[in-house]
C-alpha cells in the first residue's frame, strides 16, 4: 500500500495562473508477477465458498457461483481450448451479449495463455471481418447462429480461423469435453509462462470515422486499472453495509467499460451477475431480481429511469409532485456537494424535512426501479450533468462519474469519494496524471493507458507518443482544485463562419437528457449560427402522445406538430442558458427517424457518427440555413 484512500490529494502544476496538470499517487504497488488468469484461482483458495458470480434461472431467479466453482469450471474451459491445439499468444475472438459465459471464456482464454479479442455482437459482416484478419484471429466464439452464419460466410477470406464454437449450441460442453484427459498441469504451465506485460486483450476501437484500430491492453494496465479503482472506491466494492457488494452489469463486455467492471468484480470478489439486455423491461426485471448494491451505468440508462419515473407520475396525474420533488433533490444533492468541500452548511431542517416527504413518494420508487438496494453509480461514456447527477444523489444514489477511453483500460479520472463536484469527471484515478495541452487537449499517462495499437504485420503494439502522454482528442479544463472537465472532442469542434469555436457536447447532452429527445446532434462548421438536429426517443414521444390523445398520429405528422415543436424549443431554450448567445441553437429541425447503430449514425456504444449524419441528412442541414 502506498496510501490510503482518505488520504488521496492531486499534485497540481500551474502555468500562468491555471492548472496544467494534475497527477494522483497510486494506491497500490504494481503487479510485478502473474496475471489476470490467476485471479480465479486465487480467489479458490483464499475463499472457495464466497458468491463471486451469479446467474439467472429460466424461471427468473438467481442462483450463486462460488469462487471454487467458477475456478473448477475456467480450468476446464481452458482445458478445452488447449486441446483443440490453440497456441499460447494466439487470438481467441469473442462475439456475444453480456453473458456468465462470456466472462467464463474471457478467463479461460487467459488460463489458456491466449489473447481476447472482443465483437460487438451487432457488428456487421464487414466490420467482423476487419476485427478477425486484423487480428489473425485463429478462434471465434459467438452466441447464436445467426452469428454463427455471419462468420461462417466470411471464412474464405479468414484462412487463419481455424476454429468456430457457439454459446447456443453448447460451446462450453463441447471445450469441457475435449479437455477432459488434459492434465490440470497443462493450464497451470500456460498461466505460468504469462506475465503482467504480456498481452491480455485487443479492443477495437468503435470506429466513428475509419476503420477501428486494436488497442493493445496488457494484463498489467488491467490490474493498474482495476486495483485502484477498487481500493479508492473501498465504499463499493467492499460494501460497509449489511448488504454484500453486489453488481449487475449490462454494459457490453466488448466494451472496455464493462470489461473493466467483470476484472474488478473477479478481483475483489463482488458477486457479479449478467444482463443481456437494456431494453427497459428486460432491465427493470434483472435488477429487481438479481437486487444490486451498485451499478456501472452509462447515462442514457439513468436518463431513462428519471424519465420513466416522471411518466409514471405523469400518468397517475402527480407530474407537478414529481417535478418539486425533483427540484427537492437537486438542492439537497448540491447541499451535500457543498458541506464535503467545506463550502456550506449541508442540507437544512427545512430542506431535509422536505426530502423525508418525498422520499417514499418519489426517491423510493426510483431507488426500487434499480432493484431496491443501490446506493452508488459509476457513470462513464458520456456526461451526464449537473442536474441529474444533483437529483441522484439527493434521492439517495451516489453518483461517481469517470472518464476514459478504450487506450485507458476505461477510467483515467473519476469522483473522488466524500469530494463530489457535480458536473465534472473528478480527480485522475490513483496512479494517473493529466495534462492539459496548449490548445485544451486532455493529455494522460498512467500504468493503465495502452501499449499501443495492433500491428499484425509485426504482431505487437506500436507506440504512438513517444514521451508517454497519450493525446486523447478530447478537450478539457482543470479547475482550480483539480476536477477535470470534458467539453467535447477536438475533431467536433465547431468554427463558425464568424470564427467561433462552439463545443457541440454541453448542449447535445443536456438535450439528449430531456424524454421526448432521443438523439441531437449540433451543426454550425463554417456556417453562420449554430442549429440542430433532434430525433425522437419513442418511449418518452409515445407518452407524450397518449397523455395529450394524439396517439393516433402518424411521424410524419408528429414532427410537425406545433405543440411537441413548442415543447422541444422550451428544451432548446433551456439549454441554450448553458452557453454564450454565439453559440447557441438558433434553429432546429425534427427528424422522423432515429439515429441508431443499424441505420449508421451510432457507434456500439451509442456515439454519434457525425460524418454519416452529415452526409445523409446534408438537405435537412441545408434547409435550416436556407430560411
Not at 3 to 23: I, L, T
Not at 516 to 530: A, E, T
Request: charged share 25%; proline share 6%; hydrophobic share 40%.
Amino acid at each position: 500500500m502506498t496510501v490510503s484512500a482518505q488520504q488521496v490529494e492531486p499534485d497540481k502544476r500551474w502555468v500562468d495562473g491555471r492548472v496544467r496538470q494534475v497527477s494522483v499517487p497510486p494506491l497500490v504497488r504494481p503487479v510485478e508477477h502473474g496475471s489476470l488468469a490467476d485471479i480465479p484461482f486465487d480467489n479458490a483458495y483464499q475463499a472457495p465458498d464466497d458468491a463471486v458470480l451469479s446467474r439467472k434461472r429460466p424461471d427468473g431467479s438467481w442462483y450463486d457461483v462460488s469462487a471454487l466453482e467458477f475456478a473448477v469450471e475456467v480450468q476446464a474451459v481452458a482445458k478445452g481450448l488447449i486441446a483443440e491445439g490453440l497456441r499460447p499468444g494466439e487470438r481467441v475472438a469473442i462475439m456475444a451479449r453480456t453473458s456468465y459465459e462470456w466472462t467464463l471464456l474471457d478467463f479461460a482464454a487467459w488460463a489458456a495463455g491466449l489473447i481476447t479479442v472482443p465483437v460487438y455482437p451487432t457488428s456487421s459482416a464487414f466490420q467482423t471481418r476487419w476485427i478477425l484478419q486484423d487480428s489473425g484471429a485463429a478462434a471465434c466464439v459467438v452466441e447464436n447462429k445467426e452469428q454463427a452464419r455471419l462468420v461462417s460466410a466470411e471464412r474464405r477470406q479468414l484462412p487463419g480461423l481455424t476454429h468456430l464454437w457457439e454459446f447456443d449450441t453448447g460451446a462450453v460442453g463441447v471445450l469441457k469435453e475435449a479437455g477432459r484427459d488434459l492434465p490440470d498441469q497443462a493450464v497451470a504451465d500456460r498461466r505460468a509462462g504469462v506475465s503482467p506485460a504480456m498481452t491480455a486483450t485487443l479492443i477495437y476501437t468503435s470506429g466513428t470515422t475509419g476503420r477501428p484500430k486494436g488497442c493493445v491492453l496488457t494484463h498489467g494496465n488491467f490490474f493498474a486499472e482495476v486495483d485502484n479503482a477498487i481500493e479508492l472506491l473501498h465504499p463499493v466494492f467492499r460494501s460497509v453495509s449489511e448488504d454484500p457488494a453486489a453488481t449487475l452489469l449490462f454494459l457490453p463486455l466488448s466494451h472496455v467499460f464493462g470489461r473493466m467492471v467483470a476484472i474488478g468484480c473477479l478481483r475483489a470478489r463482488v458477486r457479479l451477475g449478467h444482463a443481456p439486455s437494456i431494453a427497459t423491461d428486460d432491465l427493470l426485471a434483472d435488477l429487481a431480481g438479481f437486487r444490486p448494491t451498485f451499478l456501472l451505468a452509462i447515462p442514457y440508462v439513468l436518463e431513462k429511469v428519471y424519465n420513466t419515473g416522471r411518466a409514471t407520475a405523469e400518468k397517475m396525474g402527480r407530474a407537478s409532485s414529481f417535478d418539486r420533488a425533483a427540484k427537492i433533490a437537486q438542492r439537497y444533492g448540491e447541499a451535500l456537494e457543498a458541506v464535503e468541500h467545506g463550502t456550506g452548511p449541508g442540507p437544512g431542517k427545512g430542506l431535509r424535512m422536505a426530502r423525508a416527504l418525498y422520499d417514499p413518494l418519489v426517491y423510493r420508487r426510483i431507488r426500487a426501479a434499480l432493484g431496491g438496494r443501490v446506493k452508488y453509480a459509476i457513470c462513464g461514456g458520456s456526461p451526464l450533468g449537473h442536474r441529474l447527477a444533483a437529483f441522484y444523489a439527493g434521492a439517495g444514489i451516489e453518483i461517481f462519474e469517470g472518464y476514459g477511453l478504450t487506450e485507458t483500460t476505461a477510467a483515467a479520472t473519476v469522483t473522488p469519494p466524500l469530494k463530489p463536484r457535480l458536473g465534472t469527471v473528478g480527480w485522475p484515478l490513483p496512479g494517473t496524471a493529466v495534462r492539459i495541452a496548449d490548445d485544451g487537449e486532455v493529455l494522460l499517462s498512467g500504468g493503465h493507458v495502452f501499449s499501443g495499437y495492433w500491428d499484425m504485420q509485426r504482431c505487437e503494439a506500436i507506440w504512438q507518443e513517444p514521451d508517454q502522454w497519450f493525446a486523447t482528442g478530447d478537450i478539457g479544463a482543470l479547475d482550480e482544485d483539480g476536477y477535470l472537465t470534458i467539453t467535447g472532442r477536438k475533431k467536433d469542434l465547431i468554427i463558425t463562419s464568424a470564427g467561433k469555436n462552439v463545443a457541440p457536447a454541453p448542449l447535445e447532452d443536456w438535450l439528449r437528457a430531456h424524454p421526448l429527445v432521443g438523439q441531437c446532434m449540433v451543426i454550425g462548421d463554417n456556417r453562420p449560427y449554430i442549429t440542430a438536429l433532434i430525433t425522437l426517443e419513442p418511449d418518452g414521444l409515445g407518452h407524450w402522445l397518449r397523455m395529450r390523445k394524439k396517439a393516433g398520429l402518424r411521424l410524419s405528422e408528429v414532427v410537425a406538430d406545433e405543440e411537441l415543436r413548442a415543447a422541444l424549443q422550451r428544451a432548446v431554450d433551456e439549454a441554450n442558458r448553458l452557453v454564450s448567445r454565439s453559440e447557441a441553437i438558433r434553429r432546429f429541425t425534427v427528424l422522423p427517424t432515429e439515429f441508431t447503430e443499424a441505420s449508421g449514425h451510432l457507434t456500439p456504444s451509442l456515439k454519434l457518427k457525425r460524418a454519416a449524419v452529415l452526409k445523409d441528412f446534408a438537405q435537412e442541414i441545408e434547409a435550416l440555413y436556407a430560411r
